[in-house]
């Protein structure tokens, strides 16, 4: 079979996947304690790389646009410009690919290996549906976790830790200025757009991650292959849908 046709055979299967992932998700709410597990191991585990990550792209942002904003005089400008690229795009996108190199990995290697040494197969001869008692409750942390990170994320960024640690504290812009035109020119249109990108990633990465594990060959090839496909096509499904995204909401 041709390439194209490889790739919308695999399209259509996701589909499907997704459609018995979906039923599967009223079962997961019924058990909080397995979704409980999979937030802390998805969300929890992921949140130092989240707080560091945004840390420093904060302090970057700010010293990159601190060295523009002053040639044309504007330099107390700098928390409007650091606090709309971290809301609007840094904040969702940013998190989204680290959730994909650190959680979606985890999940299609975890998944992965759970296929690999037959235990799906045990749960399905014991009449319980993995993909109820495995695979939903991961999709659905992921789905949940992403906007929690995204959030901490930007708060990091534009807050004492990133921005405003650098803008006021090193560079000498006034605290005064710097949260004054955060707060004129934040809207919540802002924050509303920024949540839906981060819900949109959510659940791309996560279904890209638990469908990838759960179809990986039953190798320590396959387990492996699967992993890197999760990062790789995450990624590009991030990029992809932000700039979609971007274009309706703006």
């Given at each position: 079979m041709n390439p194209i046709g490889n790739f919308l055979q695999g399209l259509g299967r996701a589909q499907f996947f997704l459609f018995s992932l979906l039923l599967a998700i009223p079962g997961v709410l019924a058990r909080p304690?397995?979704?409980a597990q999979q937030l802390y191991s998805v969300g929890v585990l992921s949140l130092v790389i989240i707080v560091l990550s945004g840390s420093f792209v904060g302090m970057?942002?700010?010293?990159q646009f601190y060295r523009t904003l002053q040639i044309f005089g504007a330099s107390e400008s700098l928390g409007v410009a650091v606090a709309l690229a971290v809301v609007r795009e840094f904040g969702p996108v940013v998190t989204a690919l680290l959730f994909a190199g650190r959680a979606g990995s985890a999940l299609a290697a975890e998944i992965g290996l759970m296929k690999a040494t037959d235990q799906?197969?045990?749960?399905?001869?014991?009449?319980?549906d993995p993909m109820q008692r495995v695979v939903a409750p991961r999709f659905l942390a992921g789905l949940?976790?992403?906007p929690l990170l995204s959030?901490?994320?930007t708060m990091m960024a534009i807050g004492v830790a990133g921005g405003h640690a650098i803008g006021v504290s090193l560079l000498g812009v006034d605290a005064g200025s710097y949260w004054a035109g955060i707060r004129e020119v934040l809207h919540g249109d802002d924050i509303r757009d920024a949540l839906i990108k981060s819900l949109v990633f959510g659940a791309a990465c996560s279904w890209i991650a638990v469908y990838q594990g759960y179809h990986a060959a039953p190798t320590s090839a396959g387990v492996a292959r699967a992993t890197t496909n999760t990062v790789v096509i995450s990624s590009l499904a991030v990029l992809?849908?932000?700039?979609?995204?971007?274009?309706l909401m703006f």
């Open positions: 304690r397995l979704l970057v942002l700010a010293l799906l197969s045990g749960m399905e001869m014991m009449a319980v949940i976790s992403m959030f901490i994320f992809a849908l932000d700039f979609v995204l971007t274009a």
